[in-house]
DNA sequence: ACATATTTGTTCGTATGTATC
DNA sequence: CGATACATACGAACAAATATG
């Protein structure tokens, strides 16, 4: 096992910048809040210093590295938000308290038959009349989430209308007249980013994309919500709440 | 937006069989079980047809696609291995019935003192003797995760003996007492590979791991075990269960 | 059996990017 | 900052296997 591969199809530098970055999660620089020399670090990956110094470039350039002339290299530590997923999950209850600021963007909605999973993650025929609705969370000006969510456009005629104006999905089930709703089922997977994701959540190509597929239903069982998330995986973790009896707050 | 990015530190053939395997996995090319023909895919992701062979080369090599000459590139369909989390996980049995054969195979293992979040985790004063155990779990010949698990030494003293004779988790915490035990909780993370997890999960470079980290107590809250498990993103995803009552069965 | 279109497989040459020294 | 080696990507042409009528 080399620390690097050629021939791989991934130039060594981005090699390097990945494994800096795991590193770096991982917390191996902790102790100094900075990284070794470059010098070092070629030494360590067994490659040329030039190959170091494009890995640093990159990463500097995502901000994840502050480079000081004569000084060093050192990290601007980015934790990632850390995104909980429980029965009662609610998604802005969630990131309370760890952002200044978060904002949702509505970025298109239409009202289409129900494909063959939607239908079956909604229990509704296929091809009945769903919303989708597509939508960027940013938090503290940076993209972390692209959600797309479908629902039962006869049960819900006007909800995009009603969200737009309250700006909330919980709130908006309440006009509806549904006061609680639980979590289902989660789906959790990774991938590579699609071009929209890389797009839409401002990656760089080989970013990975954590996504999320959620059912949301009625006390009684009945389903009100199906939504497929991908969070940019580098700026958010998932937290699985596992105990019998939640109430996270609500949206 | 273009679909593949030049001097991204990533070869085109590569962001192409990225982009190919997550469409062959959102079930974009289910309806023929075949890619459509390598002009085509050169023209739609406007390369050159050597470069998406290149790529359908390496999927042929992963196993995801087979090629016959004159007549097609055919998809190897290998769906991911579903792994449950909830409050009662249990590891094989969560896998049971997806898979011919399964193995389990102990890497390693030492007794160190606890760092902090090891300590943090079991409950344990810092420094205290921990048991720390590497495994490998391998489905049908493929290895589909690389966990490494921390249990108090004092408590569990010749642990690792008894799970060698038993070969199972559960099974050697029923010797030591331990009845039942619930998932405390789990946090999900998503990375790039580093470079012991390439060759530990036999990955190429720029793979993903989708990363669990978990913490198992008894049903008063003692805490029992914590695991940080390394799954192959390609191969296997989440599956998150909310039930407020959970009885998956045993290992 | 035959001709034709389609699809993958191979071989040139050339230009550019990556990595080392 | 060169000089060198090799990987990556493109373009054109041709060969081999398959499908169709």
Redesign the pocket.
Same mark, same amino acid.
């Given at each position: 096992m080399s620390l690097v591969e050629?021939? #791989?199809?991934i130039?060594?530098?981005r090699q390097i910048a990945d494994q800096i970055r795991v590193a770096i999660s991982a917390g191996e620089f902790d102790g100094l809040g900075m990284l070794p020399g470059e010098v070092e670090l070629a030494k360590r990956f067994a490659?040329?210093r030039?190959?170091v110094r #494009?890995a640093i470039a990159s990463l500097k350039k995502e901000g994840v590295l502050r480079v000081e002339q004569g000084r060093g290299t050192f990290i601007d530590r980015r934790t990632r938000l850390r995104f909980p997923v429980g029965r009662r999950t609610r998604f802005t209850a969630g990131l309370a308290g760890q952002t200044q600021t978060r904002q949702g963007l509505l970025k298109a909605h239409v009202t289409e038959p129900a494909s063959k999973p939607v239908a079956e993650a909604l229990q509704l025929p296929i091809g009945a009349p769903v919303h989708r609705m597509d939508a960027i969370s940013t938090a503290d000006a940076v993209p972390v989430s692209s959600a797309r969510r479908w629902l039962d456009a006869e049960r819900f005629p006007d909800f995009v209308d009603v969200y737009r104006t309250l700006g909330s999905v919980t709130a908006t089930f309440n006009r509806f007249g549904i006061d609680d709703y639980v979590r289902v089922s989660t789906r959790i997977s990774a991938h590579h980013a699609s071009p929209q994701m890389l797009d839409d959540l401002q990656l760089s190509p080989g970013a990975i994309v954590l996504q999320t597929e959620a059912v949301n239903a009625e006390l009684d069982g009945t389903r009100v919500e199906y939504s497929k998330t991908s969070f940019a995986a580098d700026r958010v973790e998932i937290d699985v709440d596992h105990s019998a009896r939640q109430f996270e707050g609500d949206e």
């Open positions: 050629r021939h #791989s199809g130039a060594l530098w490659v040329n030039h190959t #494009s």
